[in-house]
């Protein structure tokens, strides 16, 4: 098992490994005597495992939520809210999150807001909830207007990545979770590509100790981040590299696309835009494409009739500011800089670099 400490104004453990689920009872902490397990329904037999184990010790009330992104919908907020007011859930009590990257951000939202803020303990199942949402406090929940456009930051009190767990994912899952990974590594740690291009195999396997290791390095490169800028004042925008256009990608598709899909896409625009105006060369834009097409099989084209609605859905990105939109771009590999991009030309090009 690893560890990747988040420091900072409420600093935290990443733990890594096969069984850190049962970590939760220590996780949790003493004084906790109510637990609302929020979880998918793929995960029930789990959630029911996880409340067996801490009878005697916590009362776990399960809320099922929706899969994916119909779960970050206020209704369904309201809905958990409900269950903690009817339970007398007071602040010190807790939520736990078991599920993926949107479970995360829903349940993250449902502790922020309840008593203004109480403990969550993280569980991730998939590798997108394990590299990103469950790392780094942001919470979320999706308005008809776009993705997370209502949230808050709110420092779990630990996050369990379990690769025994993570393991069961189908590939197409896991794949589509590699697209965090390969950012992690575009924008901040070089190796992980290295080894995505030359051990995909092993990547994939999340039972290796190879896999293991490349999310220990995707998440420390969250960790670094978040650790210095918690609230997004500046450097921890890096983040949202390929997000800018992979979100309207989403807001596009009624978010029936996994986050991944749309990233990666979003990364081959944002790898485009780069070369027209930063100084990104031919051969980091082609290693886009040998990582996100070839190795992790992700697409890297969109539709070319769709531009105005994805630009107009831009407009709205929480790093736009006035009419001016704002991207992550690179320089380089493991270079990245935020731009603000004013001529519409430029963005039209690049994007008709991966228009399909």
Not at 4 to 10: L, S
Not at 97 to 103: C, D
Not at 170 to 191: L, V, W, Y
Not at 193 to 209: F, G, K, M, R
């Amino acid at each position: 098992m690893s560890v990747v400490t988040i420091t900072g104004r409420d600093p935290y453990d990443v733990s890594i490994g096969a069984g850190t689920r049962h970590e939760l009872h220590d996780r949790l902490g003493a004084g906790v005597a109510k637990a609302l397990l929020i979880h998918q329904p793929i995960m029930s037999a789990e959630a029911d495992r996880i409340r067996e184990s801490l009878a005697g010790q916590v009362q776990v009330i399960l809320a099922e939520i929706p899969d994916a992104e119909d779960a970050k919908r206020v209704e369904v907020a309201a809905f958990c809210w409900g269950i903690m007011g009817q339970a007398d859930f007071t602040r010190s009590d807790a939520v736990i999150s078991l599920g993926g990257g949107a479970t995360t951000d829903l349940a993250g939202f449902v502790a922020a807001t309840w008593l203004r803020g109480v403990k969550i303990v993280h569980i991730p199942t998939t590798v997108l909830g394990a590299v990103d949402a469950s790392v780094g406090g942001k919470t979320g929940i999706n308005t008809a207007e776009g993705k997370n456009l209502v949230g808050s930051f709110h420092a779990p009190a630990a996050v369990l990545v379990d690769t025994e767990l993570l393991a069961s994912l189908p590939e197409t899952e896991t794949r589509t979770g590699f697209a965090e990974i390969a950012k992690a590594g575009f924008i901040a740690d070089p190796s992980i590509l290295d080894d995505l291009d030359t051990n995909i195999d092993a990547c994939l396997d999340l039972t290796s100790p190879l896999a293991a290791d490349i999310l220990r390095r995707a998440i420390q490169v969250k960790a670094t981040v978040v650790s210095e800028d918690f609230t997004e004042q500046g450097l921890r925008e890096i983040l949202n590299y390929g997000h800018t256009l992979g979100h309207a990608i989403e807001h596009a598709e009624r978010y029936r696309w996994r986050h991944g899909v749309a990233i990666s896409i979003g990364m081959m625009f944002a790898a485009e835009l780069s070369r027209l105006v930063r100084s990104l060369s031919d051969d980091d834009v082609a290693r886009h494409r040998l990582i996100l097409g070839e190795r992790l099989g992700l697409p890297l084209v969109y539709p070319g009739g769709r531009w105005e609605t994805l630009r107009a859905t831009m407009q709205r990105d929480k790093k736009a500011r006035g009419s001016s939109l704002r991207f992550v771009l690179l320089d380089g590999i493991a270079r990245p800089t935020v731009t603000t991009v004013g001529d519409d030309s430029l963005l039209f090009a690049a994007y008709q670099e991966i228009a399909g």
